[in-house]
């Protein structure tokens, strides 16, 4: 186990205090509720893939991520040039 400090928002920290005398009794269990939200959010994301993964690249259709772009692109120079023909 490693010790460690971290700085929580307000609203995040009275949530959390909250739900350890909520399940615990005690805000001593402060640290095993964190833990137990942290693995519990890391195994998840193990599960489902890297957050790259998840984030960037992940279409369904037959196209490779440059393709994608620059269709992205072309319909983006598109509207914007008929926004400008529109004034």
Do not use: C, P
């Amino acid at each position: 186990m490693v010790k460690t400090t971290i700085n929580l928002d307000t609203e995040v920290y009275r949530e959390l205090f909250k739900e350890a005398i909520k399940k615990y009794g005690t805000t001593k269990a402060l640290s095993k509720l964190i833990n137990e939200k942290l693995k519990g959010v890391i195994k998840k994301g193990r599960s489902s893939g890297s957050i790259v993964e998840r984030s960037a690249g992940t279409w369904t259709g037959k196209e490779t991520g440059l393709q994608y772009t620059r269709r992205i692109r072309r319909e983006m120079e598109k509207r914007v040039k008929e926004i400008l023909h529109e004034e």
